[in-house]
């Protein structure tokens, strides 16, 4: 039976039973629970440990691609970084450094990560250690119901509402997708910087929005971070601040293949998954939606065993 809420002990993505040794693991999934700033509805840092527990009811087998994706892949899932359960506090910079090291030295391994967790704030952390593993330059590719753009948010710069900013000066191109909830000063800066930005409205009606997205990224680098609010709150109810019109199922997987099979995606997050009680919907869509992410970057790099 699931317990009503998540228990902090760590399970392994898919299930133990299939899990690889690290040395042969092509995926690394790595939990970061840290909430410190997340403005509205709270819970996110028990978004990994009920992503983790709703994979165990994942098939194997991918019908789209029929394919057992795992065993193509070899599947581990590290120790969780940054933990702020059971009212453990950890400064934002703790959580941006512990996570930039541990993401330099499993690049460094040559894995593909997923970090799932977590306030959308980590990004800046996990791409700060991208920047550091990758001489190359890459976009940063944002699925997400909101801008993220503000300079700062309820006193401080590290809010999840910020993330995007914090990247953007970082220098990187960035692409955003599904934006639907913005203010003046993110308005502004859009404009100001010419930003790409996909907005969710626009896209309803346009269907080439898939492919003027993918011709929108100047690089061939691909750095994706999926605030899993970006997707409809009818299909993730348990997000900690939902804003309608979202995106739909297939208009996400339709969009990821294409990013992945044209596009070298270099890494990945999945964000602010915020568990509500008494239903597995979010959970288990977002743990089916990263299991997606593995077989598309699977399929992209070849990893086929007969
Ligand atoms: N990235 C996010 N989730 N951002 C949330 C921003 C919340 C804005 N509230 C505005 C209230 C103003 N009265
Ligand atoms: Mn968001
Ligand atoms: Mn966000």
Redesign the pocket.
């Known amino acids: 039976m699931r317990s009503t809420f998540p228990s902090t002990a760590v399970v392994d993505f898919l299930g133990s039973e299939i899990v690889p040794d690290y040395e042969t693991a092509k995926v690394v999934i790595l939990p970061i629970p840290y909430e410190a700033t997340t403005s509205y509805r709270k819970g996110c840092e028990n978004g990994p440990a009920s992503l983790l527990e709703a994979s165990h009811q994942l098939e194997c087998y991918d019908e789209e691609l029929d394919r057992e994706v795992c065993f193509d892949a070899g599947i581990f899932t590290h120790t969780p970084i940054a933990d702020t359960r059971n009212g453990k506090s950890v400064s934002a910079e703790e959580m941006l450094s512990v996570t930039q090291q541990t993401l330099k030295s499993l690049i460094e391994d040559q894995k593909f990560v997923i970090s799932i967790g977590g306030e959308?704030s980590i990004?800046a952390g996990v791409v700060q250690g991208y920047c550091q593993g990758y001489q190359e330059p890459f976009t940063v590719v944002?699925i997400?119901?909101?801008g993220?753009l503000r300079h700062e948010y309820e006193d401080t710069i590290h809010s999840?509402?910020c993330?995007?900013r914090r990247i953007v000066n970082m220098g990187l191109p960035t692409v955003q997708v599904g934006i639907r909830a913005i203010c003046q000063e993110e308005a502004d800066l859009i404009k100001e910087k010419n930003l790409t930005v996909f907005r969710a409205r626009e896209m309803a009606f346009n269907l080439d929005w898939i492919e003027q997205a993918i011709a929108s990224i100047p690089t061939e680098k691909v750095f994706l971070?999926i605030?899993v609010?970006?997707i409809d709150p009818s299909l993730i109810p348990g997000v900690g601040t939902p804003e309608p019109g979202g995106l739909n199922w297939y208009s996400t997987l339709t969009f990821l293949r294409r990013l992945f099979e044209s596009k070298d995606v270099i890494g990945c997050d999945v964000?602010?998954l915020a568990p509500v009680v008494d239903s597995v919907v979010s959970e288990f869509t977002v743990a089916k939606l990263t299991y997606k992410l593995i077989g598309y970057q699977a399929l992209s790099k070849g990893w086929i065993k007969q």
């Open positions: 959308h990004t944002q997400d119901a909101h993220d999840h509402a993330v995007m971070t605030d609010d970006g964000m602010e």
